[in-house]
Each structure stands twice: as structure tokens, then as C-alpha cells.
């Protein structure tokens, strides 16, 4: 059973960052298209950026352009959401996500509050 688990969420106030991990077991994560995925209170989930298994680009959300980085360790079958000058707007459950064609795994999710 695939087993994704997040790390690293918190309280911050805004302009603060976080570094969020996901930890991945039993599948073959260098093969998975690594992604983080957020939803507020009241809306819906919303990617926030993927990183492709091999090659291609990362897409990021445009509201995070600029201030949150993607990256991947296939070596630790980790994957990290590195959250700079964060917003009130930020905060949300963050959710980790795996995908290769029809296969699509999630995290439990970590709360990311932004408020000062």
C-alpha cells in the first residue's frame, strides 16, 4: 500500500516560511509525477506545483510563482514544498500528491495557517 506522508506544516506569520516534506514508500517514486495540492476552507483543492517524474518542466500555480519551490530527492523518495513570504491567502491543508497514468495517491495532508 502506497504510503505518503507529509511533514513540516505549522502556524507563521505573514512574510514567514516553511519548508513542507513528503515522505513516499512502497512504489517506485522516480516514476511518479510529484505534486503538493492545497484547499482552503470552503473551496476546493487546487494544485500548487507538480514536478514531472523525468524531464519537463515544474508547473506552478500562479499564485505561488515566485515564492514557493518544488523539489524532489529520488535517492529519499522525498519531495519538498520549500514556502517563502507567505500570505494570509496561504493557508490551507497541503496535500501530497503521486501520479503515473491512472494511478493517484495522497497524502493525509498538513495545516499551513498564515496569521500574524
Known amino acids: 500500500q502506497v504510503l505518503l506522508v507529509e511533514s513540516g506544516g505549522g502556524l507563521v506569520q505573514p512574510g514567514g516560511s516553511l519548508r513542507l516534506s513528503c515522505a513516499a514508500s512502497?512504489?517506485?517514486?522516480?516514476?511518479?509525477?510529484m505534486g503538493w495540492f492545497r484547499q482552503a476552507p470552503g473551496k476546493e483543492r487546487e494544485p500548487v506545483a507538480v514536478?514531472?517524474?523525468?524531464?519537463?518542466?515544474?508547473n506552478y500555480a500562479n499564485s505561488v510563482k515566485g515564492r514557493f519551490t518544488i523539489s524532489r530527492d529520488n535517492a529519499t523518495n522525498t519531495v519538498y514544498l520549500q514556502m517563502n513570504s507567505l500570505k494570509v491567502e496561504d493557508t490551507a491543508v497541503y496535500y501530497c500528491?503521486?501520479?503515473?497514468?491512472?494511478?493517484?495517491?495522497w497524502g493525509q495532508g498538513t495545516q499551513v495557517t498564515v496569521s500574524s
Open positions: 512502497r512504489f517506485t517514486f522516480s516514476y511518479y509525477a
Open positions: 514536478e514531472p517524474s523525468i524531464g519537463g518542466s515544474i
Open positions: 500528491n503521486a501520479r503515473r497514468l491512472r494511478a493517484n495517491y
